[in-house]
């Protein structure tokens, strides 16, 4: 995130993963379930953080296709290390948001 400053950076929220292969269909979903926005993805070796500006969505559907098998969110669950910014689950979704931008 070296190119936000001040408190724009307060604004990125998104999941922190532990590396593997799980992790990695979940970031090449993430950027395609929010499409259009910038993904920020920093690979600090134990673990992977995933930043979007102000609303971070992930979908069941498209970690399997990226996966290449079915997936349940409770299977992302196991690698979710941390996040930033407040998570709403469903069985078929993950939303990572502000409730007010700073």
Known sequence: MSSTTGS????????????GELADACIEAIRED??????IVEDRGGYIRVSVDGECILRRETVSQHLGRPCRMQEVETVLGSFAGQIDTTENSMR???????
Do not use: D, T
């Open 8 to 19: 724009a950076k307060n604004n990125w929220v998104g999941p922190v993963f532990r590396p």
């Open 34 to 39: 929010n499409e259009g926005k910038e993904v």
């Open 96 to 102: 990572f948001y502000l409730s007010k931008r700073i």
